[in-house]
C-alpha cells in the first residue's frame, strides 16, 4: 500500500511538472508598434519564460511549436501569411504596409504533443499603427482558439492598456490574465463580463500579458495524438 502510495505520488508530480513547464513558456511577437507607409516592417517572434524573461533556442522550443505560421491582417482585414526565416533564439518576418491604418500580426498553433493527455494551444498578437488612425480589422473567427487584441485608442495611452479577449471569434468574458511587469513582478488581473480587460500602467519599460484558459473536458487529437483537454494562452507584449 505505502508503495502504490509513493508511486501515485511520484505520478502526480511529474505530471505536475511536465504540465508546469508548458504552461511557464508562450509564444510572443515582438515588433515596432509605429511603422511607416511603403517602408519594409520587421517582426521577430519568441518562445519565451516571461517570469525571467529568458528566450528558448529555436532547436529547443516544445514540440512542433517552431512550425507556426506567422498572418498579417491589413486594416480592411484581408490576411496573408508571412515567411519566418530561424535564427538562433528567434524568427524574423517582414511587411511592406501599402495602406495606412491599423495592422495585426496573428500566430494561432496547438502542438501536435499533447502533455498529460492536454493540448497546449498557443496564440500570440501584436499591433502596428501605419500613418492615421483606423478602426481594428475585424476577428478572425478560428475554432476555439483564445485571441487577445488591443482596443486601437489604447495604442498611444501610456496610463490605461485596454484589451479585449475573444474566444471562438466571440468576446468572451471572465478569461484570466497575468501581466509581467518590468519589475519582475506580476499581478492577475480578468476580463470583465463583457470581454474587457484594463490594465493601469504604474512602471516604465516591457511588459508581457498573458491570458489564459483551461477546458478539462474537452477531447480531442492533433496530427499525431489524441487529448483529453486543452490549455490556451493568447499574449502580447508592449512597452511604456
Same mark, same amino acid.
Given at each position: 500500500?505505502?508503495?502504490?502510495?509513493?508511486?501515485?505520488?511520484?505520478?502526480?508530480?511529474?505530471?505536475?511538472?511536465?504540465?508546469?513547464?508548458?504552461?511557464?513558456? /508562450?509564444?510572443?511577437?515582438?515588433?515596432?508598434?509605429?511603422?511607416?507607409?511603403?517602408?519594409?516592417?520587421?517582426?521577430?517572434?519568441?518562445?519565451?519564460?516571461?517570469?525571467?524573461?529568458?528566450?528558448?533556442?529555436?532547436?529547443?522550443?516544445?514540440?512542433?511549436?517552431?512550425?507556426?505560421?506567422?498572418?498579417?491582417?491589413?486594416?480592411?482585414?484581408?490576411?496573408?501569411?508571412?515567411?519566418?526565416?530561424?535564427?538562433?533564439?528567434?524568427?524574423? /518576418?517582414?511587411?511592406?504596409?501599402?495602406?495606412?491604418?491599423?495592422?495585426?500580426?496573428?500566430?494561432?498553433?496547438? /502542438?501536435?504533443?499533447?502533455?498529460?493527455?492536454?493540448?497546449?494551444?498557443?496564440?500570440?498578437?501584436?499591433?502596428?499603427?501605419?500613418?492615421?488612425?483606423?478602426?481594428?480589422?475585424?476577428?478572425?473567427?478560428?475554432?476555439?482558439?483564445?485571441?487577445?487584441?488591443?482596443?486601437?485608442?489604447?495604442?498611444?495611452?501610456?496610463?490605461?492598456?485596454?484589451?479585449?479577449?475573444?474566444?471562438?471569434?466571440?468576446?468572451?468574458?471572465?478569461?484570466?490574465?497575468?501581466?509581467?511587469?518590468?519589475?519582475?513582478?506580476?499581478?492577475?488581473?480578468?476580463?470583465?463580463?463583457?470581454?474587457?480587460?484594463?490594465?493601469?500602467?504604474?512602471?516604465?519599460?516591457?511588459?508581457?500579458?498573458?491570458?489564459?484558459?483551461?477546458?478539462?473536458?474537452?477531447?480531442?487529437?492533433?496530427?499525431? /495524438?489524441?487529448?483529453?483537454?486543452?490549455?490556451?494562452?493568447?499574449?502580447?507584449?508592449?512597452?511604456?
Amino acid at each position: 500500500m505505502i508503495q502504490y502510495i509513493k508511486y501515485s505520488f511520484l505520478v502526480f508530480l511529474f505530471s505536475s511538472l511536465s504540465i508546469s513547464f508548458c504552461f511557464a513558456h /508562450a509564444l510572443y511577437i515582438d515588433t515596432q508598434v509605429q511603422g511607416k507607409l511603403a517602408s519594409k516592417h520587421e517582426v521577430k517572434v519568441y518562445y519565451s519564460e516571461f517570469a525571467d524573461r529568458t528566450v528558448e533556442k529555436v532547436s529547443d522550443w516544445y514540440s512542433d511549436v517552431a512550425k507556426f505560421e506567422l498572418w498579417l491582417v491589413d486594416p480592411a482585414g484581408n490576411k496573408t501569411k508571412l515567411s519566418t526565416t530561424a535564427q538562433e533564439d528567434h524568427f524574423v /518576418a517582414e511587411f511592406l504596409p501599402e495602406k495606412e491604418g491599423f495592422y495585426r500580426l496573428e500566430i494561432n498553433h496547438t /502542438a501536435e504533443d499533447p502533455g498529460d493527455q492536454t493540448a497546449y494551444q498557443f496564440n500570440a498578437f501584436a499591433h502596428v499603427q501605419v500613418g492615421r488612425l483606423s478602426a481594428v480589422p475585424p476577428i478572425t473567427t478560428h475554432n476555439n482558439v483564445l485571441s487577445l487584441i488591443e482596443d486601437g485608442s489604447s495604442l498611444k495611452n501610456n496610463k490605461t492598456k485596454t484589451f479585449k479577449t475573444y474566444l471562438n471569434g466571440q468576446l468572451k468574458g471572465k478569461i484570466s490574465a497575468t501581466v509581467f511587469l518590468p519589475s519582475g513582478d506580476k499581478k492577475e488581473v480578468e476580463s470583465n463580463a463583457d470581454g474587457v480587460l484594463k490594465i493601469d500602467i504604474g512602471e516604465q519599460g516591457v511588459y508581457f500579458l498573458e491570458a489564459t484558459i483551461y477546458h478539462k473536458d474537452e477531447a480531442g487529437k492533433t496530427k499525431k /495524438a489524441a487529448y483529453q483537454s486543452v490549455w490556451r494562452c493568447a499574449t502580447q507584449k508592449f512597452e511604456i
